[in-house]
Nanobody, 124 residues
Framework: QVRLVESGGGLVQAGGSLRLSCAAS????????MGWFRQAPGNEREFVAT????????RYADSVKGRFTISRDITRNTLYLQMNSLKPEDTAVYYC?????????????????WGQGTQVTVSA
């Protein structure tokens, strides 16, 4: 059974930082693209960042570009999202997702596996 488990969420003041982790089990994602999405109350799930299987190609939503960094540790089968200069509008549940192919993608429907999410709350 494939599982993606996010951790690292919490409450932080505006301008602060958090590092999210996503531990994968049941399947190796070494050759798969992965991504982070988020969903705020009343909103649709939106793309945050994606990383290709090689780890050398990344893409970000304009709203987080320059502040967030996606990375992966293949040896640990773990995905990360470093979030700096956090803003109240970053408040959402953050989800880790994995594909069965190696190419990066921005659409949630292009992902095959999903975690349960971790709450990130940024206070003003």
């Amino acid at each position: 059974q494939v599982r993606l488990v996010e951790s690292g969420g919490g409450l932080v003041q505006a301008g602060g930082s958090l590092r999210l982790s996503c531990a994968a089990s049941g399947r190796t994602f070494s050759y798969s693209a992965m991504g982070w999405f988020r969903q705020a109350p009343g909103n649709e799930r939106e793309f945050v960042a994606t990383i290709a299987w090689s780890g050398t190609v990344t893409r970000y939503a304009d709203s987080v570009k320059g502040r967030f960094t996606i990375s992966r540790d293949i040896t640990r089968n773990t995905l990360y999202l470093q979030m700096n200069s956090l803003k109240p509008e970053d408040t959402a549940v953050y989800y880790c997702a994995g594909r069965t192919t190696g190419a990066w993608a921005m659409g949630p429907r292009e992902y095959d596996y999903w975690g349960q999410g971790t709450q990130v709350t940024v206070s003003a």
